[in-house]
């Protein structure tokens, strides 16, 4: 795109420049006039034979001023877990971010970031497109936007479980993705959330789909309370908001003091050689 407008811009110089010396030869202010208006007419006409080169800048501009601005150095909250379980209400809660919320799949089409200021530092949090159960190969561009994510930014995880039912994946398809993901990335600093605390029941929800006769205990386990350790929590009836705040502040605190201590061993390596 850059290489049309660069190129349009050498022809519409080139023939206003030509026009100009036209002008410059006029014997009459009337003949100048003339050749003014001719060549402006040419110019226009130049322009707008390739002026699509422009408009398509112009639409790569508009959508990069849309991508988020991230600081690879910032320590980052990022949101993870399948597509509509809640993520995208706690970044509400948690954050300056605002995202859409809306009650189908994938409402989160790319990565929204808001920030949280804890002891006077300012720290990112993301919102991701949800995960499904499948191979690397098999997703879709947004799933593998939230695993680079995790890959490539200095990210602590707050992996967020819908055992309702609600969200539209299975409880049993919810844990085969946690699990791998947990593995992939177990040396982030995790917290584990299980959403929508206020439509959990005694009796846990199971799809059609499911066969209990093959569970296994730890799956029977995951589908009652979730990951050991997972705090339970309602944006609509406050439920564990304040103690998931608490939570995330140390874990941001924890993730900074990690960020920071990997930068001195780099500078200290860096010195040595």
Not at 75 to 102: D, F, Q, W
Not at 124 to 145: F, M, Y
Not at 183 to 198: A, I, M, P, Q, T
């Amino acid at each position: 795109v850059l290489w049309k407008v660069n190129n349009l811009r050498k022809k519409v110089t080139s023939v206003a420049k030509e026009r100009a010396a036209l002008c410059a030869k006029s014997l009459t202010k009337k003949e100048a006039e003339e050749r003014l208006n001719e060549g402006i007419k040419c110019v226009e006409e130049t322009f707008n034979r390739e002026k699509n080169a422009v408009d398509s800048l112009l639409d790569i501009a508009k959508a990069l001023r849309a991508m988020p601005v991230v600081d690879l150095e910032t320590p980052t909250l990022c949101l993870v877990g399948a597509p509509n379980v809640g993520k995208s209400s706690l970044v509400r809660v948690l954050s300056t971010g605002r995202p859409e919320i809306c009650n189908y799949p994938f409402t989160t089409r790319g990565i929204l970031m808001g920030h949280i200021t804890v002891d006077y530092q300012r720290f990112q949090v993301t919102d991701t497109p949800g995960l499904l159960k499948r191979s690397d190969e098999a997703r879709n561009n947004l799933e593998k936007l939230t695993l680079a994510v995790l890959s490539h930014l200095p990210t602590a995880v707050v992996y967020v479980h819908d055992l309702t039912g609600e969200c539209g994946t299975s409880a049993s398809d919810q844990f085969v993705t946690y699990s791998e993901v947990r593995e992939r990335f177990r040396n982030h600093l995790w917290l584990d959330v299980v959403s929508k605390g206020d439509l959990l029941n005694d009796k846990p929800s199971v799809f059609v789909t499911e066969d209990l006769s093959t569970e296994t205990p730890e799956l029977a386990r995951y589908r009652m309370i979730g990951p050991h350790g997972a705090i339970r929590v309602s944006v609509k009836t406050k439920l564990g908001l304040d103690e998931l705040k608490q939570k995330v502040h140390q874990l941001l605190i924890s993730q900074s003091t990690r960020i920071k201590s990997q930068i001195t061993n780099s500078e200290g390596t860096e010195v040595t050689s």
